[in-house]
C-alpha cells in the first residue's frame, strides 16, 4: 500500500492551497483518510480526517478554513486550505486506514505560508 501526496508550496497568508493523495497498491477497503501535519519543533497533530460514513474531524485551528473531501473510486482524499495563516507552516501528511491492517502514511509535502 502506497500513499503520495501532491500540491505542497508556498503561499500568502490569506491565500489558497489544495492537497490531493492517492493510496494505491491492492485491494482493500479504506475506512478512514485523512491528514495530520507537523511544524518545527512540535509533535504531529490532527489537521481533518473523514470517514467511511462521511463524518468529518477537523482540529479547532482550522475548522472554517479547511475542508477534507475524499473521492473513494479513486481511494483519494484532498485537503482544501482557505485563509492560510502563518501557523499552517507545516510538513503535511496523508493517512489511510484500512480496516483488518491498519494505517498507512504518505511521506509529506511542505506546506509554506510566508509573504
Known amino acids: 500500500v502506497q500513499l503520495q501526496a501532491s500540491g505542497g508550496g508556498l503561499a500568502q497568508p490569506g491565500g489558497s492551497l489544495r492537497l490531493s493523495c492517492a493510496c494505491s497498491?491492492?485491494?482493500?477497503?479504506?475506512?478512514?483518510m485523512g491528514w495530520y501535519r507537523q511544524a518545527p519543533g512540535k509533535p504531529r497533530e490532527l489537521v481533518g480526517r473523514l470517514n467511511n460514513a462521511d463524518v468529518t474531524t477537523y482540529s479547532d485551528s482550522v475548522k472554517g478554513r479547511f475542508t477534507v473531501s475524499r473521492d473513494n473510486a479513486k481511494n483519494a482524499v484532498y485537503l482544501e486550505m482557505n485563509n492560510l495563516e502563518r501557523e499552517d507552516t507545516a510538513v503535511y501528511y496523508c493517512?489511510?486506514?484500512?480496516?483488518?491492517?491498519?494505517?498507512?502514511w504518505g511521506k509529506g509535502t511542505q506546506v509554506t505560508v510566508s509573504s
Open positions: 493517512f489511510a486506514h484500512i480496516g483488518g491492517r491498519g494505517d498507512y
Open positions: 497498491g491492492g485491494q482493500f477497503v479504506i475506512s478512514v
